[in-house]
């Protein structure tokens, strides 16, 4: 019997293990895309506690200790964080099979060096040992990524966005490179018009223009697009229920512009067509700087509006929707491809029954001008455990050519979320030892071993150019 969490942990095999230890572990990370806040690297904080690093703003955990019967005081309320831990380590023995299981013991491992099993009678003991650490030079937010041999992180940001951390970070030359990513989803978020109203209020004072028609709001976004350039930004992100890619004219946007500018509530229909003609404007200005474009399609938010109303967004209350994907982004991709503005891009799906979808949907318009250059991204949210990745890997190798694409994120906002690098690793490692194994692929383990570390690593240094 294998001990949990060994060195081995989810390698079946001798090849397996040969493959990780030898070739994938050793390569840095490439974060194209996190929610990772830029001030807490910009100011170099250290955590309080483990409560603090672990806890705060991690709803994957909050949903767990929820669904196990713990009160809100001890997830978002006014317990106090020795109290949040002791409810959340009291949680982790019924996450069993959950990659919550993995993904906790790992982070205590790679981080402290602690592999105790976390339950309530060890709490105490893990908690006190790193909090210990967690207050130690090395232990500060830049020094977690050093620690998992970090070499590139993209955040998230709004145009609004003064990326004043971005520039510190910068300035005082961190060999961890941060760069901003351009996320304008709610520049076109128009179902709420009070909401969009002061959105582009606040956008007007930001590019210091007045804002007045739809050509003087797009001149104001490009603007801020602009700035995003010169800040280093070479990639963009959107976070979308699914591409719109409705008809329209020009005409008709200054028209519905102006409705919303006048507070009046527009139709569905016309929401449709804002949002296909803002897609549009921001892909094209995408491939006008060489960035890379990335599409996060298919969650359902903010579904229980009573607990939404008492914590706000952001809190746990998102799942997996099942919008209809295809016909539309096909439409979208095909009218950039047509007026050849289509710039490198990453699509990524939240339910599982899109899978081969997107798989077969980045063939279309992978031109040959580029090695990957349409991609179908890694799986994220609810699909970055296991089975959802070993999902992706093989109906991406199926489909298209797995050694052409460019790897794993976190799509965290915590600084100890890295190991999920090494879980994506590992699964990835045993899939091809195995195959390797049983003779479906042959024993070259040259050829391999560049494969994975292509997936692992080169093939997002080469995609992106951060480096």
Same mark, same amino acid.
């Not at 020094?143 to 590139?152: D, S």
């Not at 030359?173 to 209020?201: C, E, L, Q, T």
């Not at 976070?239 to 139709?267: C, H, N, P, W, Y």
């Given at each position: ?18 493959? *990780? ?177 002061? *959105?582009? $209020? ?14 003087? *709001? ?175 890997? $093989? ?34 490692? $045993? ?37």
């Amino acid at each position: 019997m294998k001990h949990f969490l060994d060195k081995d942990f989810l390698l079946a095999t001798e090849t397996s293990k040969l493959l *990780y230890h030898d070739y994938a572990k050793k390569m840095p990370v490439i974060d194209y895309h996190c929610h990772l806040p830029p001030q807490e690297i910009a100011e170099n904080i250290n955590f309080n506690n483990l409560t603090h690093a672990w806890l705060y703003g991690d709803h994957y955990k909050w949903r767990a200790m929820r669904t196990n019967g713990v009160n809100e005081k001890f997830i978002t309320g006014n317990g106090s964080d020795r109290e949040k831990f002791e409810q959340w380590a009291a949680t982790v023995p019924y996450t069993l099979r959950n990659p919550l299981y993995h993904w906790t013991h790992l982070e205590l491992q790679r981080y402290f060096n602690i592999d105790t099993i976390l339950n309530r009678h060890s709490a105490k003991k893990v908690y006190d040992e790193a909090n210990a650490l967690l207050a130690s030079k090395e232990f500060s937010t830049r020094g977690l990524l050093k620690k998992m041999n970090v070499q590139i992180v993209c955040t998230t940001d709004d145009p609004v966005d003064d990326l004043r951390f971005h520039k510190q970070v910068s300035d005082e030359g961190f060999s961890v490179k941060i760069f901003p990513a351009f996320r304008p989803d709610k520049a076109m978020a128009v179902a709420n018009v009070n909401a969009f109203n002061a *959105y582009v $209020n606040k956008l007007a004072t930001v590019a210091d223009t007045e804002i007045s028609d739809i050509r003087t *709001y797009l001149d104001a976004l490009k603007k801020r697009h602009d700035f995003f350039a010169a800040m280093g930004c070479r990639v963009s992100d959107h976070g979308l229920e699914k591409v719109q890619a409705d008809e329209f004219t020009m005409m008709d946007i200054k028209t519905i512009f102006l409705e919303l500018r006048a507070g009046r509530q527009i139709s569905e229909e016309d929401q449709r067509k804002f949002q296909s003609a803002m897609l549009l404007f921001f892909a094209e200005w995408d491939w006008e700087k060489g960035w890379v474009q990335q599409y996060h399609l298919g969650a359902l938010r903010n579904n229980n509006k009573r607990l939404l109303a008492q914590l706000g967004p952001d809190t746990g209350w998102d799942s997996i929707g099942d919008f209809p994907q295809a016909e539309a982004l096909a439409r979208f991709l095909t009218r950039l491809d047509e007026n050849n503005k289509l710039a490198k891009t990453i699509i990524y799906n939240l339910n599982p029954a899109d899978n081969e979808v997107m798989a077969t949907m980045i063939g279309n318009y992978n031109d040959g001008s580029v090695a990957g250059k349409i991609q179908w991204g890694s799986g994220w949210w609810f699909l970055d455990q296991k089975d959802g990745m070993t999902k992706q890997i $093989n109906a991406l190798s199926n489909m298209s050519l797995l050694s052409r694409f460019v790897g794993m994120i976190t799509d965290s906002r915590s600084f100890l979320s890295y190991p999920r690098h090494e879980y994506f690793r590992r699964i990835l490692c $045993n899939i091809f030892g195995e195959e390797i194994e049983s003779g479906e692929l042959p024993n070259d383990m040259a050829w391999t071993g560049k494969i994975i570390q292509d997936i692992c690593f080169n093939n997002a240094k080469e995609y992106f150019h951060f480096l």
